[in-house]
T-cell receptor, first 111, second 114 residues
Framework: DAGVIQSPRHEVTEMGQEVTLRCKPI?????LFWYRQTMMRGLELLIY????????DSGMPEDRFSAKMPNASFSTLKIQPSEPRDSAVYFC?????????FGPGTRLTVL | AQSVTQLDSQVPVFEEAPVELRCNYS??????LFWYVQYPNQGLQLLLK??????LVKGINGFEAEFNKSQTSFHLRKPSVHISDTAEYFC????????????FGAGTRLAVHP
């Protein structure tokens, strides 16, 4: 298996632009998690899905952030409009039983 | 609610010396415990996990951890570290039957010096 796939690996955008991050979980995993990692706040859970249904989005910082999982093999995290304080590394992880497998992350820079 | 405390934000150590990274958790229900490692500019990778059974758990790269229920601890150890072990280490807990959600500690940066 190729593991969790995230794209793009790096994204540089200007404040106010829409940003879409993508994730392909490991086949057969029925949980998908989105995290954000910054120096100041560490690793934060933003939202997670079970069988494509959002279970807990209490970590989503504000309405500018939205996440979808239209099918078992694809999820997106969208930020609109983006702000400089959104600059971070965003990780996607998937899980079947207990252990979470992390993707390589998307490094987002908002200028 | 569950929480995880990693007692040291940074641990410097010389190559070939032993190391212990400390982790304490709080939970009123049974938990699963994990240690993840993050190398620079990479995602998190599982080192080892405790689900049940033997309290001494062996993982990859020569690491091991011991679950101590009475002290609510899950400290990570390695008898002899290498330069390549320099990384950020995260302790995490999940509640059994709790949607596989992990609660992560703040991380410990292990710096191995020659």
């Amino acid at each position: 298996d190729a593991g969790v796939i995230q794209s793009p690996r790096h994204e540089v955008t200007e404040m106010g632009q829409e940003v879409t991050l993508r994730c392909k979980p490991i086949s057969g995993h029925d949980y998908l998690f989105w995290y954000r990692q910054t120096m100041m706040r560490g690793l934060e859970l933003l939202i997670y899905f079970n069988n494509n249904v959002p279970i807990d989005d209490s970590g989503m910082p504000e309405d500018r952030f939205s996440a979808k999982m239209p099918n078992a093999s694809f999820s997106t995290l969208k930020i609109q409009p983006s702000e400089p304080r959104d600059s971070a590394v965003y990780f996607c992880a998937s899980s079947q039983i207990n252990e979470q497998f992390f993707g390589p992350g998307t490094r987002l820079t908002v200028l | 609610a569950q929480s995880v405390t990693q007692l040291d934000s940074q641990v410097p150590v010389f190559e070939e010396a032993p190391v212990e990274l400390r982790c304490n958790y709080s939970s009123s229900v049974s938990v699963y415990l994990f240690w993840y490692v993050q190398y620079p500019n990479q995602g998190l990778q599982l080192l080892l996990k405790y689900l049940s059974g033997s309290t001494l758990v062996k993982g990859i790269n020569g690491f091991e951890a011991e679950f101590n229920k009475s002290q609510t601890s899950f400290h990570l150890r390695k008898p002899s570290v290498h330069i390549s072990d320099t990384a950020e280490y995260f302790c995490a807990v999940s509640v059994s039957g709790g949607y596989n959600k992990l609660i992560f500690g703040a991380g410990t940066r292990l710096a191995v010096h020659p």
